[in-house]
């Protein structure tokens, strides 16, 4: 009887794993494991400091930046896409090439260099209008454009200072876009009448992403912009994620192998 019970209880253990893995199946994929290990403290600290869900922004920073490995999230450091103010630096127009072996835009001389010509296509990008949070005097040229691939200390610095405008230049009470002012408003009462923990539940970080995009005039106004976000947020396991981090007390590796 104790080993039929003890094969049991295994088959329970290994029946809720592989559920809960199941639920969390992005956290398979090692470049979205790097991706948020690299953010989430730094997310968290904003949200707590500024009042707002971290992981509806940690989902947002995945879904705009392709968790970091979009070319321009790469150059910039702007991993929320966040569009440049009047005194800020934007990425220029850049002529680049697309690897059809690695599928994806490069822009560093040294691997362009391991590339045959045959398997680069070279194309005029656009001037992207998003802020370029490389240090003076590269930022808004077209100079050193793999600085932060290389200097991790210059990367981290980029991508803190784009959580810190998210919270204080776009999700404020006094801008002039209706429903980043109206869900500033919104999460003020909140916090207000429930404490910051509200911010950590799955229904306000879900509510946030339908409040800010989806519509005209809205981070993002595509239909499918919240469904995307929502579906990071839950196939990654962020609310989880983060509660595991700030009410656990536990490290990232840990938090992020809880499932």
Known sequence: MPIIKSIFTLMIVLTTSSLFASEFSFRKYN???EF?????????????????????????????????????????GNILSLGAFKSD?????????YSKSAQRVIFDPSEIRKHSQADLTWKKR???LKRDYRPAP?????????????DQILKNSAHKACFNDFATRWIIDSSNVKVFKEARIWLDKLV?????????????????????????????????????????????????LTN????????FDNAWSNI
């Open 31 to 33: 470049h979205v494991k």
């Open 36 to 76: 948020y290990k690299a953010n989430s403290m730094e997310a968290i600290e904003v949200a707590k400091k500024h009042k707002l869900p971290p992981a509806a922004i940690l989902a947002i920073a995945g879904l705009e930046s392709g968790y970091g490995r979009g070319y321009v999230a790469q150059i910039t």
């Open 89 to 97: 630096k934007e990425l220029p127009r850049l002529y680049l090439p």
């Open 126 to 128: 656009p001037k992207s």
């Open 138 to 150: 590269y930022a808004g040229t077209t100079k050193k454009l793999e600085l932060l691939t290389y």
């Open 192 to 240: 207000d009448r429930h404490g910051s923990e509200i911010l950590f539940t799955k229904e306000i970080n879900m509510e946030f992403i339908s409040r800010i995009g989806g519509h005209p005039h809205s981070f993002n106004y595509r239909e499918t912009w919240p469904k995307k976000a929502k579906l990071i947020m839950n196939k990654v396991g962020l609310v989880k």
């Open 244 to 251: 595991d981090i700030q009410y656990e007390a536990m490290s």
